[in-house]
């Protein structure tokens, strides 16, 4: 079946540009996850939803960074007056949201590049 | 803050021989993962860990948890070259951020294995 899909796949932007970063999840996941992953880096926690409650943003950096998940399936991050800082991969993942385990699935990533 | 370390961030081995990747994590977890990525692609999960104990096998992987002393190791047994990759361990924070629900994993910063003919 399908995965977890994102896009755009690259992203070049001008610093104070705003971007949105797409991202499809696995159908019938419950769960939807944002990370941010610096090169030679782990994935770092951004934010997540179930169905379209967004359920922690504790990981977003600052005000400029949003997401959204309206009906509970697609979702959209949005980085807001980008800085070059912003630049690294983008990833989404999905989930079951069962209650014994977490076990995520992610996507290729959007590769955002701030100029 | 929970904290998840790796060691060795690097390693290269040569093919047939064994070795273990650890994850060693600061805080009281008995959920952990760990994930595969190949260069420029995206992290494929290998193994979900749910209790003290727990140890799973696929191939001349070996993945096992202790949740008393905080450690989890991935186990390679005669290594071929396809294993070359990154694995990293994560740890599930499970509704202690958000207070309920499934939270975001805390990964390591990964362990960067070149396997070489």
């Known amino acids: 079946g399908a995965g977890v899909s994102q896009s755009p796949r690259y992203k070049v932007t001008k610093r104070g540009q705003d971007v949105a970063l797409r991202c499809d999840p696995i159908s019938g996941h419950v769960s939807l996850y944002w990370y941010r992953q610096a090169l030679g880096q782990g994935p770092e926690f951004l934010t997540y939803?179930?169905?379209?409650?967004?359920?922690?943003k504790s990981g977003l950096p600052n005000d400029r960074f949003s997401a959204e998940r309206p009906e509970g399936s697609i979702s959209t991050l949005t980085i807001q007056r980008t800085e070059q800082r912003d630049s690294a991969m983008y990833r989404c993942?999905?989930?079951?949201?069962?209650?014994?385990?977490?076990?995520?699935?992610f996507g290729p990533g959007t590769r955002l590049t701030v100029l | 803050e929970l904290k998840v370390e790796q060691n060795p961030l690097f390693l290269s081995m040569q093919e047939g021989k064994n070795y273990t990747i650890y994850c060693n994590y600061s805080t009281t977890s008995d959920r952990l993962y760990w994930y595969r990525q190949d260069p420029g692609k995206s992290l494929e999960s290998l193994f979900v860990l749910l209790s003290n104990g727990a140890v799973k096998q696929e191939g001349r992987l070996m993945a096992s948890l202790d949740t008393k002393a905080r450690l989890s190791t991935l186990h390679i047994t005669a290594a071929v070259h396809d294993l070359s990759a990154t694995y990293f361990c994560?740890?599930?924070?499970?509704?202690?951020?958000?207070?309920?629900?499934?939270?975001?994993?805390?990964f390591g910063k990964g362990t960067h294995l070149i396997i070489q003919p």
């Open positions: 939803f179930n169905y379209e409650a967004q359920q922690d």
């Open positions: 993942a999905s989930g079951t949201n069962r209650f014994t385990y977490n076990e995520q699935f």
């Open positions: 994560a740890v599930d924070m499970w509704g202690e951020r958000s207070g309920g629900g499934a939270d975001g994993l805390t």
